[in-house]
T-cell receptor, first 115, second 115 residues
Framework: GAVVSQHPSWVICKSGTSVKIECRSL??????MFWYRQFPKQSLMLMAT?????????EQGVEKDKFLINHASLTLSTLTVTSAHPEDSSFYIC???????????FGPGTRLTVT | AQSVTQPDIHITVSEGASLELRCNYS??????LFWYVQSPGQGLQLLLK??????LVQGIKGFEAEFKRSQSSFNLRKPSVHWSDAAEYFC?????????????FGTGTRLTIIP
């Protein structure tokens, strides 16, 4: 089956630093990847949609300069949280979609804690 | 705009009892509907999906869901729950076409199983 991995699974960083989260499709080519944010005991909120080789499309209210998304290859997308602040602490989940498929495959998530 | 409502924030069920989790959606055309399960600190696992055809959909782990267009509902059911079913359940809706469709998630229902 389609597998999506995320790295790291858990990261702690200091306020003001940047952190990069990787999302990889392991056994298929992901033409589209999605990044979600989930606050404790809440639903997933879509942050942005990225297509391989093009700029990401951000949802309203998401700061594109703060959450940098790069989808450089058909198997890798990265989310960089720049100048992180404690309010950026959250669970970040990516999903990937094979262009031929109609469903998204989700990664296991990355828990970010900013101190 | 598409939306999903999960009216029940938290449900407690005895092990072995039947389960029904409610989901109502709003979408202008025929939607794609999904149920996902999330264990604590984990990503999302797809339980089942509905695109077209038979309105009663069978999924993994003994779950099923019924699409009722007249009621705009897609309720998830299981005849006999197991302690391992304790988790957060999310209903999601997406547009019924291939492309970079965005999924909209409900707020989730937390399922607690009591012995």
């Amino acid at each position: 089956g389609a597998v999506v991995s995320q790295h790291p699974s858990w990261v702690i960083c200091k306020s003001g630093t940047s952190v990069k989260i990787e999302c990889r499709s392991l056994d298929f080519q992901a033409t589209t990847m999605f990044w979600y944010r989930q606050f404790p005991k809440q639903s997933l909120m879509l942050m942005a949609t990225s297509n391989e080789g093009s700029k990401a499309t951000y949802e309203q209210g998401v700061e594109k300069d703060k959450f940098l998304i790069n989808h450089a290859s058909l198997t890798l997308s990265t989310l960089t949280v720049t100048s992180a602040h404690p309010e950026d602490s959250s669970f970040y989940i990516c999903s990937a979609r094979d262009g031929r498929a109609s469903e998204q495959y989700f990664g296991p998530g990355t828990r970010l804690t900013v101190t | 705009a598409q939306s999903v409502t999960q009216p029940d924030i938290h449900i407690t069920v005895s092990e072995g009892a039947s389960l029904e989790l409610r989901c109502n959606y709003s979408y202008g055309a025929t939607p794609y509907l999904f149920w996902y399960v999330q264990s604590p600190g984990q990503g999302l696992q797809l339980l089942l999906k509905y695109f077209s055809g038979d309105t009663l959909v069978q999924g993994i782990k003994g779950f099923e869901a019924e699409f009722k267009r007249s009621q705009s509902s897609f309720n998830l059911r299981k005849p006999s729950v197991h302690w391992s079913d304790a988790a957060e359940y999310f209903c999601a809706v997406g547009p019924g076409n291939f492309g970079n469709e965005k999924l909209t998630f409900g707020t989730g229902t937390r399922l607690t199983i009591i012995p």
